[in-house]
């Protein structure tokens, strides 16, 4: 827009932090008045105030002002956490202490006894089974005794590297009366022993079912101290921006919660990437019920549109091969995106699993990089549109026409193999594809199981878009 805003509605920054870009939206009421993608930086926090800044900056400068006099919140949604999982990152996971009140029963399947070996020796840092727990009718297992507990804290406290993230995890405690649940009263005990204790108690994060509750809670603890740090610099960011709104997380629904609620659960926006992006295509396309397929920088996701909601996975849910059983949309995932290295092995194409990431602008041949990658493949078909890059000179005599043939077909076949495992009834549907990395499939060729491909406005910031969008929920189980 140019010129001043004849109406002073309120406005909302949508940031989507994704692993190659930060995108950010600005929408007065309905209408999105500025978009702006920016390369995601190491740091997160200096590509936020890059991607805000630039979407301000392509307005008026009377248009500027009021936007940031306007602006009732911001509504950000990251995967920080969920790749500190995926990554094994010992720099970013605390250890953490299992407490499980679960008496006699259960010992045959330990807390940790499903992680992988390799997260469990990251975050595994003791675990204590202590009288207490309820049965499946809510009687109780065993009383709870609160000097098993303080020793559970002197014991922890002993550790050649102290833990300061404990869980308590009873057995059924979905099933107990919050306020006087057995795992409110054993946290009491432990904080009264060792005020400094940050814990998690099992049933505020995942519903019934021992082990993926307890797994649930394990990682949520484990990321809490990275969840503190990085949303703090979140609120940093916007506080250099000169935005003192609220601002909110949004999570795996495609509702928000807050900043606060975001230190203390942040398994909660384990998804909020993929859902953002579903909401935002919904939006966008106006259609309330489609198969929206996300493609990005590293990787693609699909998902399913219902009501203009994210359909929910119905089933235990794996995140870094750890079963959980929290709120997560039924979105898989495959290795192809922007960035993704593609190359020739065993006589055939292979695209992905690595990825240059947020470094595709600088290692990508393509941009006058080293690597060849996705984009490139899509440059030398002349599906890219005209200025996403200059190839530098040579460039098409490096990529080869049945290099780009082979590699094109191979993103199509992954893309609607996809579609067709997210359908639940036989028939074409409607397929949205949004995302910057959807420049990578070619529109004149018609996705198989697709009625129609829509590419909406501002398909390349739908996950910011969608971000924008969150509302208050909540959950009964």
């Not at 002002?65 to 720099?91: K, M, P, Y």
């Not at 519903?207 to 509750?213: A, N, S, T, V, Y």
């Not at 006589?347 to 992905?352: N, Y």
Request: charged share 20%; net charge negative.
């Amino acid at each position: 827009p140019t010129g001043k805003m004849a109406v002073r509605t309120s406005c909302v920054i949508g940031v989507d932090v994704g692993g190659t870009n930060t995108d950010a939206v600005i929408l007065l009421g309905d209408r999105i008045i500025a978009a702006e993608k920016s390369p995601t930086t190491p740091d997160r926090t200096t590509g936020i105030i890059n991607a805000i800044r630039a979407a301000v900056d392509t307005l008026s400068p009377d248009d500027r002002t009021g936007v940031l006099r306007d602006v009732v919140r911001v509504s950000i949604g990251t995967t920080h956490f969920v790749n500190a999982v995926v990554a094994r990152d010992e720099s970013r996971l605390a250890r953490v202490a299992v407490i499980r009140l679960c008496g006699s029963a259960t010992h045959a399947l330990p807390p940790f006894a499903d992680f992988p070996e390799e997260l469990r020796r990251i975050v595994d840092g003791g675990v204590h089974m202590v009288s207490g727990g309820r049965e499946y009718n809510g009687a109780e297992i065993d009383p709870l005794v609160a000097e098993e507990l303080r020793d559970c804290v002197r014991e922890i406290a002993k550790q050649k590297s102290p833990v300061r993230n404990v869980v308590i995890c009873s057995v059924f405690s979905p099933q107990d009366t919050p306020a006087c649940s057995h795992e409110s009263q054993a946290t009491q005990i432990v904080q009264q022993q060792d005020p400094g204790i940050s814990v998690t108690l099992s049933h505020t994060v995942g519903l019934l079912g021992l082990l993926e509750r307890e797994n649930a809670a394990i990682l949520n603890e484990s990321l809490k101290p990275l969840a503190v740090s990085t949303i703090s610099a979140f609120r940093k960011a916007l506080d250099e921006l000169g935005l003192n709104c609220p601002f909110f997380l949004t999570q795996n629904d495609g509702t928000l919660i807050s900043a606060e609620d975001g230190m203390r659960c942040p398994v909660l926006t384990f998804s909020s990437g993929p859902t953002n992006s579903m909401r935002g295509a919904m939006f966008l396309s106006g259609l309330g019920d489609a198969v929206v397929v996300d493609v990005g920088g590293t990787s693609t996701d699909v998902g399913v549109i219902v009501d203009g909601f994210p359909r929910e996975a119905s089933t235990q849910v794996k995140v870094g091969e750890v079963r959980t059983n929290f709120r997560m949309p039924d979105v898989p995932s495959i290795s192809l995106g922007g960035g993704s290295l593609v190359c020739w092995e065993d006589g055939k194409v292979k695209i992905g699993p690595s990825s240059v990431g947020y470094k595709l602008r600088e290692e990508a041949r393509c941009f006058g990089g080293t690597q060849l990658t996705a984009t490139c493949v899509a440059v030398a078909a002349g599906v890219a549109p005209a200025g996403v890059c200059t190839p530098p000179a040579g460039f098409h005599d490096y990529v080869s026409p049945a290099l780009v043939y082979t590699a094109m077909m191979e993103m199509s076949r992954k893309v609607e193999n996809l579609i067709d495992a997210m359908k639940t009834e036989k028939g074409d549907v409607p397929v949205l594809l949004v995302g910057g990395g959807s420049i990578l499939l070619d529109k004149k060729h018609l996705l198989k199981g697709a009625s129609v491909v829509i590419t909406p406005p501002h398909f390349e910031v739908a996950n910011a878009v969608g971000a924008a969008l969150g509302t208050v929920g909540g959950l009964c189980d």
